[in-house]
């Protein structure tokens, strides 16, 4: 052998090399036995203990914005303070000993018996707590506010969710946050992370529009069905939030956790990123919107009573809706991340209702608003002539009954019956014209039928129809001409809400056109470079009147004189400077025949021009029509014309 010669003739150096191989090779054979032979067995466990547990990760939600790009609902950056539990095992162990020691003495002393095996993992729990409140108690100094940590709330994490972090502390203030960041060294086990929470910047504002938000982290259709973990996500109840949840949702990813034998996590790898939500941009205007809720809200001075109300901003010339307010309202982010009981209580009064879209899923009777139709249809009946004398003696009588006239007695013509909203006057010609004839240009204004807005919060009110009608009249309770006059000045059988009004205004004011109300412009990606594509929801003619012009047009005359002359109902909503048309209503409520409440109404369109804004008033309550919701409309359209829709 060439290695083993050398060695013969006494070549030292050779010789220690030699022996180095020769030990280095017994020592990895020794090792390799080890780990195969004497370890394997602790190795084996070891594999069989760790596992991995699946996580999902709810997606960044998308925004929704006005008509000019201002986010009225958006996520921003939430700072939290975690505790992770698995930093902790060495102080949990120590504090383990320490009690056991005690509590193994304390009950032997008392006893004469060793503990059980339910009294040690007993002191297990409360060793892991005394730990991690000592750690929390140590952050509320730092902070100099009160941190506080449930036992149940800790055990609960510790034995359900051990590989994720605990929160113990989230959406600190700009304050607490940087003294987290000056600590040169933070309590062990806590960290400082940062998750996306929804805010409405503008609170109250538009809120039955945006809807709220509940908890929710189930799996959505295309994602993974079974997670062992679920991190804190929400759903969309009702309004935008609630109609296009989808769209604003995104995809959830998902993220893999390996643990050991103690449930304590190892590593982690996001193995499905999630996919951000998509962004809604509405037509509404957020600053026109406040100002028509300020302007809501300010009726309580008149009546005296809570505000509970309406009120609707359309464009009349393709139905984009600028604002949409109910009154009283709710802060959506309330629910965020939960609401409480009380709160929750305030919304549910029978009285208030502020969960309740008073513009679009509540039911009135319009009242004298109504009258726009009855003169529709007795003008397209060829039975009224807008110059011909009716003479009013302050009442009209039908059959057995007479009806009061809130007009005072004299001679009408069909203007000064309309700003003055003789009820004689339109009972006489309505009755005239014939039920038909009513219910068919109801039909026209698609009375009775819900403008499905994207918000979960529609109703399509009350209006007779012939079948209807027929089956009243099955079930003995035959439709008489007191049903007819009382539909007449829109009472009895009748019942809408503040937007199918303004549909029906705009109608009148553009020319007979029955736009479908829009509120969504598109629906586009969070990025705006990005290429997915955009979501578009153009305009909508939905129907045409198919009235003569200029019967429109004797309507627009008696409603300008309604605002601009000094007699008539609607001249509290007068502008300087801009031509208003208007009309006002004022609907009884009755429990038999006692009036127990009132809702009041105001109708209106500007410029008299060139028609291109409708703004519809309700308030529920109200003393009149022309009292309480003319002055309401007023103000609306300063506001349009400080927000340059109009010019004087």
């Not at 004497?38 to 997606?59: D, G, I, Y």
Request: proline share 6%; aromatic share 8%.
């Amino acid at each position: 052998m060439l290695v083993l010669e050398p060695l013969h003739k006494g070549d030292r150096q050779l010789h220690i090399l030699t022996v180095t191989v020769f030990c280095g090779l017994g020592i990895l054979l020794a090792g390799l036995w080890y780990v195969q032979v004497l370890s394997r067995k602790r190795f084996q466990e070891e594999q069989v203990a760790q596992s991995l547990r699946t996580v999902r990760l709810p997606a960044v939600r998308g925004r929704i914005l006005d008509r000019s790009g201002e986010a009225l609902a958006e996520n921003r950056p939430s700072y939290n303070v975690s505790l992770y539990v698995e930093e902790l095992s060495k102080q949990f162990k120590a504090a383990y000993q320490g009690l056991l020691s005690a509590e193994t003495n304390r009950v032997w002393q008392t006893f004469r018996r060793k503990l059980t095996r339910e009294e040690r993992a007993q002191v297990g729990r409360w060793a892991r707590y005394y730990v991690v409140s000592n750690i929390v108690y140590r952050l509320g100094l730092l902070l100099e506010h009160p941190v506080q940590l449930e036992p149940a709330e800790f055990h609960r994490h510790y034995e359900e969710r051990l590989a994720l972090p605990l929160p113990v502390l989230q959406n600190l203030n700009s304050n607490q946050v940087a003294r987290l960041q000056e600590l040169t060294g933070m309590p062990p086990g806590l960290d400082l992370d940062i998750q996306p929470m929804r805010v409405y910047q503008f609170g109250a504002t538009a809120a039955h529009v945006l809807g709220y938000l509940r908890k929710d982290e189930t799996s959505r259709e295309g994602e993974e069905a079974f997670y062992n973990y679920r991190l804190p996500d929400y759903e969309g109840v009702i309004g935008v939030e609630g109609y296009f949840d989808a769209q604003l949702r995104g995809r959830a990813g998902a993220k893999s956790v390996l643990v050991n034998s103690l449930g304590y996590r190892q590593s982690e790898s996001i193995w499905a990123p999630p996919e951000a939500g998509r962004c809604v941009v509405l037509t509404i205007d957020v600053h026109l919107q406040q100002a028509v809720e300020k302007a809501l809200a300010g009726v309580e001075n008149q009546t005296g009573l809570p505000a509970r109300g309406a009120a609707v901003v359309l464009d009349a010339s393709n139905g984009d809706i600028l604002a949409l307010a109910s009154i009283p309202a709710y802060n959506p982010g309330d629910f965020i991340p939960s609401i409480s009981r009380s709160q929750m209580a305030q919304l549910n009064d029978e009285y208030m209702r502020p969960l309740i879209n008073r513009a679009t899923q509540e039911r009135y009777p319009p009242g004298s608003i109504f009258k726009i139709v009855t003169a529709l249809a007795a003008l397209e009946a060829g039975i009224l002539n807008p110059e011909e004398l009716l003479q009013n003696p302050g009442h009209i009588q039908v059959g057995n009954r007479t009806i009061k006239d809130t007009a005072p007695p004299g001679d009408y013509d069909f203007k000064r019956a309309l700003k003055l909203s003789s009820n004689t006057y339109f009972i006489h010609y309505g009755l005239k014209a014939g039920l038909s004839r009513i219910l068919q240009m109801g039909r026209k204004f698609h009375l009775g039928e819900p403008w499905q807005l994207p918000t979960f919060q529609n109703d399509g009110g009350i209006f007779p129809t012939t079948e209807s009608i027929r089956r009243q009249a099955s079930r003995g309770d035959l439709w008489t001409d007191g049903d007819t006059a009382n539909l007449c000045i829109g009472q009895g059988a009748i019942a809408v809400n503040p937007l199918q009004m303004a549909v029906m205004t705009a109608a009148v004011a553009n020319g007979g056109r029955v736009y479908w109300p829009r509120l969504v412009q598109r629906i586009e990606p969070m990025e705006p470079d990005s290429n997915e594509q955009i979501t578009h929801f153009p305009h909508r003619l939905y129907d045409e009147l198919g009235v003569a012009e200029h019967h429109l047009r004797l309507l627009r005359d008696a409603m300008l004189a309604d605002v601009e002359d000094s007699d008539g109902t609607g001249r509290r909503a007068a502008v300087p400077g801009l031509r208003i048309c208007g009309k006002t209503g004022t609907a009884e409520i009755k429990k038999g025949q006692q009036v127990v409440d009132k809702v009041t109404w105001f109708v209106s369109f500007a410029p008299y021009e060139q028609p291109r804004y409708v703004v519809v008033v309700m308030v529920e309550s109200g003393v009149s029509g022309g009292h309480t919701c003319a002055p309401v409309a007023g103000q609306i359209y300063r506001a349009l014309l400080s927000r340059l829709y109009l010019k004087t």
